[in-house]
Structure formats: structure tokens, C-alpha cells
């Protein structure tokens, strides 16, 4: 169950959220920077998904927090959707969007809180988080109630360990040993991605890759320049193996 993983029980906090919010998310953070390239092009790849459909657009966005990235695509679609283990999170969602349906449970253990089917499955800063074997669990579920065979799944890892972000990531583990701070310290390649991806169900059409440069030059007084740098590669085909931040676009298989 989800309710057993430490990501889960973390944003159970209402400080963590709150912390998640005006740090992790706060204004001029690393994360800030990455939505703020991520933004047109998650919207342009809607907006590309429903030409020539007919039917209207359902939308699942899984894992969706304090509803950032349901709260720029609600107006996108026909309906939306948003589902979260945390309550505190979907509290905050419930503030941004003003369209989708938003619930609050475990969609491992609660039959009832998917509905069958959706066109368009999102899922961001989630797979990382958790452990193999639910990841596996997870995309399982969602390629259950993901529409066939033109479904489109988005998702999302914000840890590659082919990037620069990786010497840090070491570092930081090995600092752990002696003074645990609780921090989420996952990494995944690109490879291993597709991997889990094709095992659960779902072929890669499409990567994109969003940051290049560590996050930890973004504390320093270069954080405009550097930004202003990797908002040039954001998206770029060049980058898309490098980059910190990377986003597959898939559909089932």
C-alpha cells in the first residue's frame, strides 16, 4: 500500500507540505525553474494529443500533489481528474484548480477511485520517490484504466543518474551515513526508465529532457545566467540523455 512508503507518510505533514510549497517550490528554486520550461511544452503536447480526436479528453493526473501541474491543464481538457494519497496536498490542490474533481486515497487498496477509462494519464516527481516494486505496481494500475489503444501516458522522473546532478547525489548519500537527514536521494537512467516502462506496459514515443547544470550552482549569485542557459537546451533532442529532469511521453502497448 502506499500508505506504508516514507514519500507517502512525509507529505501526511502539514509542515512538509507547506515546506514543499514555498521552497521546493518556491520562487526562484531549481523546481521553479525546471516547471517554468516544462509548462508550454507539457501544454503543447495536449493541445497536440487532441487534434483530430473526436471524443472529448478525460484526464488522470496521478500523483497530484498540490495540483501544479492539474491546475494548468484542466482548462485543456473536458474533464480532469486528480488523485493523491495526501490530504494536506490535495487541501492545497482544491486552492489552484478550479475544474478538475479531486480525491484523496490509495489507488492500490480503493477500487472506486478510478474511473474507467482515461485518454491522458499525467504523473510527476512520483516514480522516484518510491520503491521498485511499487513503481511496478503503480504503472500497472494506471495502464489497467489508460484508454486503448490511443491512451497517452506522461510521466515524469526529476533524478537521472546520467546528469551532473549524480556526483552530488553520491555525495549527499555518503554524508547520510553519518548524519541521516530523511532526504529522497533516488536516481534513474534513462535506460532503466524505458525498461520499467515497456515492463509495465507502455512504449516510449517520446523523451525530453529539461535542466542540464547542477542544481546546487542554482544557490549561488549565477543562478539568472545558468537558468538562462538550460531554458536554451530545455526540450532539446541533444539533451535529452543528460538533462536532470526528464519527461516520457508513452502509449500502451
Known amino acids: 500500500m502506499l500508505e506504508t512508503t516514507q514519500y507517502a507518510n512525509r507529505f501526511q505533514d502539514q509542515a512538509e507540505v507547506a515546506a514543499y510549497e514555498s521552497q521546493e517550490y518556491g520562487v526562484a528554486s531549481y523546481s521553479s525553474y525546471v516547471w517554468q520550461w516544462q509548462r508550454p511544452v507539457l501544454a503543447q503536447i495536449v493541445r497536440e494529443f487532441q487534434q483530430g480526436r473526436k471524443a472529448p479528453v478525460r484526464l488522470l493526473d496521478f500523483a497530484c500533489g498540490t495540483g501544479r501541474v492539474l491546475a494548468h491543464l484542466e482548462s485543456l481538457v473536458a474533464t480532469a481528474e486528480g488523485v493523491d ?10 486552492t489552484k484548480c478550479r475544474q478538475a474533481r479531486l480525491s484523496v486515497g490509495d489507488i492500490l487498496t480503493q477500487a472506486d477511485l478510478l474511473q474507467d477509462k482515461y485518454d491522458l494519464i ?8 518510491v520503491e521498485p516494486e511499487l513503481r511496478r505496481r503503480v504503472l500497472a494500475k494506471l495502464r489497467a484504466v489508460i484508454r486503448e489503444p490511443d491512451g497517452l501516458l506522461i510521466l515524469n522522473v526529476h533524478g537521472n543518474s546520467c546528469s551532473l546532478r549524480h556526483p552530488a547525489i553520491l555525495w549527499r548519500r555518503w554524508r547520510e551515513q553519518s548524519r541521516p537527514t530523511g532526504a529522497m536521494l533516488n536516481e534513474l537512467s534513462p535506460s532503466a526508465c524505458r525498461s520499467l516502462l515497456r515492463e509495465c506496459g507502455f512504449e516510449v514515443v517520446r523523451q525530453l529532457g529539461f535542466g542540464i547544470l547542477p542544481p546546487t550552482l542554482y544557490r549561488t549569485p549565477a543562478r539568472k545566467a545558468l537558468a538562462r542557459v538550460d531554458a536554451f537546451f530545455a526540450g532539446k533532442n541533444a539533451c535529452r ?4 529532469d526528464l519527461m516520457f511521453v508513452c502509449r500502451p502497448c
Request: charged share 15%; proline share 0%.
Open 241 to 244: 540523455n543528460c538533462s536532470i
Open 122 to 129: 499525467t504523473t510527476f516527481r512520483f516514480l522516484l520517490n
Open 85 to 94: 494519497i495526501s490530504e494536506n496536498m490535495v487541501a492545497l490542490a482544491r
